[in-house]
């Protein structure tokens, strides 16, 4: 079962956004779950990861405006993002890390950053 991004939108410079990730089933306890996103025309990076024992990685361009965490219990994952930047436009997606390089995605959720 897909993991499903949800929670953007459209949002000024400086400005912050929370994006959920919503899990089914019994996969989400024990496995790393990323945050990526997507432009146009351009690959979908990583931008921040989570390990099953709550370890937390970063892009740089990202570092100390975001932050990921995740809730076994409520088998969900979060993206903080403050201080927005227009280069942060994308659609966002989350997903295990083991899947990453399949072709099993969500449909992923847009943030825009435009004044």
């Known amino acids: 079962v897909q993991l499903q991004a949800f929670g953007g939108g459209l949002v000024q410079p400086g400005g912050s956004l929370r994006l959920s990730c919503s899990a089914s089933g019994s996969l989400f306890e024990i496995n790393d779950v990323g945050w990526y996103r997507q432009v146009p025309g351009k690959q979908r990076e990583l931008v921040a990861s989570i390990t099953n024992g709550a370890s937390t990685d970063y892009i740089d361009s990202v570092k100390g405006r975001f932050a990921i965490s995740r809730d076994n219990a409520k088998k969900m994952a979060y993206l903080q993002m403050n201080s927005l930047k227009p280069e942060d436009t994308a659609n966002y997606y989350c997903?295990?890390?083991?899947?990453?390089?399949?072709?099993?995605w969500g449909k992923g959720t847009q943030v825009t950053v435009s004044s």
């Open positions: 997903n295990y890390r083991f899947r990453e390089t399949t072709n099993d």
